[in-house]
């Protein structure tokens, strides 16, 4: 292929861009979903390095992460209220969840009630308090 003008880089540019933004694409191959742009000439014109695809890319995911932290944060789902904890959490408060679950685990491999989920929720909180 040979090298496009820059008139005809920045259209394409501008209309890839327009895909993400209409779209909330969070992959850059998704862009070819959209577009009559084939993966070759998008990547032989180094289009995958252009600055303002990959910032609307990463607004779009940042945009997701903080829908998805929002839900968690709603739920009464135990295991999305633990992945939440993990992402805002202290390293203090990580390593001491790791020493728990790990030493639980080490005791006993049955499942546990939720009593027991959170009386070791309550343990690591005393924990934490006293390793201050």
């Not at 003008?5 to 920045?10: D, E, H, I, R």
């Not at 327009?18 to 998008?42: A, M």
């Not at 006993?108 to 309550?122: A, G, M, P, R, V």
């Amino acid at each position: 292929m040979k090298k496009l003008s820059k008139a005809k880089y920045k259209k394409i540019e501008q209309e890839c861009l327009s895909i993400v933004i209409e779209n909330n694409l969070i992959f850059l191959d998704e862009i070819f979903i959209f577009s009559q742009i084939l993966p070759s000439e998008f990547y032989e014109a180094k289009l995958h390095e252009s600055i303002l695809i990959k910032d609307a890319i990463d607004i779009n995911r940042a945009k997701l992460k903080r829908d998805l932290r929002l839900k968690w944060f709603d739920s009464t789902n135990a295991t999305l209220n633990a992945a939440l904890y993990k992402l805002v959490c202290t390293e203090d408060e990580k390593r001491a969840l790791s020493a728990s679950a790990a030493s639980k685990n080490a005791a006993s491999n049955d499942i546990c009630t939720q009593e027991e989920y959170l009386k070791s929720l309550k343990e690591m909180g005393e924990a934490i308090e006293n390793a201050d």
